[in-house]
C-alpha cells in the first residue's frame, strides 16, 4: 500500500519561508511524477507546481518565481520551497504523486498539511 505523508506546513509571516515536504513509502516501482496542490476556504483545489522524473517542472502563475519543486529520488521525497511568502498562499497544501506498482500507476495524495500566512 502506498501512502504518501507530508511535512512541515505551519505559520508564517508575510515574506517568510516555508519548506513541505511529502515522502512516498510502501511498495512500488518508480515515481512518475510528483505534484503540489492548494486548497483555500470556499477555493477549489488547485495545481501549485509539478516535476516529472527527469526533473522538469512546471509552475502555477501564481508561485512563479517564488517557489521551487525538487524531488530527492533516494529518498522517495518531493519538497516545495516557498520565498516571499503571501497571506493568499494560506491554504492546506496536498501532495500528489503518480506511482507504479504492481497493478499499474495511479495517483495518490497526502492527507494535507496546513500553510497558514499571517502577522
Known amino acids: 500500500q502506498v501512502q504518501l505523508v507530508e511535512s512541515g506546513g505551519g505559520l508564517v509571516q508575510p515574506g517568510g519561508s516555508l519548506t513541505l515536504s511529502c515522502a512516498a513509502s510502501?511498495?512500488?516501482?518508480?515515481?512518475?511524477?510528483m505534484g503540489w496542490y492548494r486548497q483555500a476556504p470556499g477555493n477549489q483545489r488547485e495545481v501549485v507546481a509539478t516535476?516529472?522524473?527527469?526533473?522538469?517542472?512546471y509552475y502555477a502563475s501564481s508561485g512563479q518565481d517564488r517557489f521551487a519543486i525538487s524531488r530527492d529520488h533516494a529518498k522517495n521525497t518531493g519538497y516545495l520551497q516557498m520565498n516571499k511568502m503571501k497571506p493568499e498562499d494560506t491554504a492546506v497544501y496536498y501532495c500528489?504523486?503518480?506511482?507504479?506498482?504492481?497493478?499499474?500507476?495511479?495517483?495518490?495524495w497526502g492527507q494535507g498539511t496546513q500553510v497558514t500566512v499571517s502577522s
Open positions: 500528489n504523486a503518480a506511482i507504479t506498482t504492481a497493478e499499474g500507476t495511479s495517483n495518490y
Open positions: 516535476i516529472d522524473k527527469i526533473g522538469k517542472t
Open positions: 510502501g511498495n512500488f516501482f518508480e515515481i512518475i511524477a
